[in-house]
């Protein structure tokens, strides 16, 4: 394969990148993977969504609650353990392969899409 692979613009459009806002966490000591449960508000279009983050090294549960981040709203929910993980945070990795999450440099509404 080619890298970075190419794509049209009607392909990218298929994903559906929204911004929200960290409502809750919680420790998710039932996952297999160090990970923590993250109920985000993304606004009255699409509404409170669940997610299972494995985001441990640089997070914990107190410090998200409010943090603004991305994520992909449009995959279909994927059951882990115990827990309906219905949202795909976004992140990257830091110079040792863990998770850093994608937010906003200044706070917008709760919903928006990346374009």
């Excluded at 559906?16 to 996952?31: K, M, N, Q, S, W």
């Excluded at 699409?46 to 441990?56: F, L, P, V």
């Excluded at 929910?77 to 040792?96: H, K, T």
Aim: charged share 20%; glycine share 8%.
């Amino acid at each position: 394969m080619k890298y970075p692979m190419t794509i049209t613009f009607d392909d990218f459009l298929k994903v559906d990148i929204r911004v929200g806002t960290i409502l809750r966490a919680e420790p998710f000591p039932e996952a297999r993977k160090p990970a923590i449960k993250l109920y985000i508000d993304f606004g009255s279009d699409i509404g409170e969504k669940k997610s299972s983050a494995q985001i441990t090294t640089h997070y914990t549960p107190k410090s998200l609650i409010g943090k603004q981040v991305m994520a992909v709203v449009n995959f279909p929910p994927r059951q882990i353990g115990s827990f309906m993980s219905e949202v795909l945070c976004l992140g990257f990795p830091d110079a040792n392969g863990e998770v850093v999450l994608s937010s906003p440099t200044i706070s917008i509404p709760n919903g928006g899409r990346m374009f």
